[in-house]
């Protein structure tokens, strides 16, 4: 396959989230920058409808990972919270004398 090189210009911030993006989903940026202009080219000949159904498609596929960083995220806080208790109660205080 023949390529050609397309150079185009970000913000700092807006290259670091898709470094991000890449290094995350293990895709190199040339390869998220394709897959996103081959959506964005094909979805401008979509109906509403496909456009929506691909949407949810989506979505779908990134659930999963939403909720397990959602539970990553609400068993971290109940370890924090456990060892502020342990702590609090090892220096003899309770958690309503410090809120007071």
Known sequence: MQTER????????????????????GMSVGHVVREATTRYVIEGDMSEDDRFKLLIHELDEALPAMHAALDQAIEGQQRLRADIDTVLRDAGLSEVECIA
């Open 6 to 25: 397309v150079t185009f210009l970000t913000t700092p911030d807006h290259k670091a989230a898709l470094d991000a993006f890449a290094a995350s989903n």
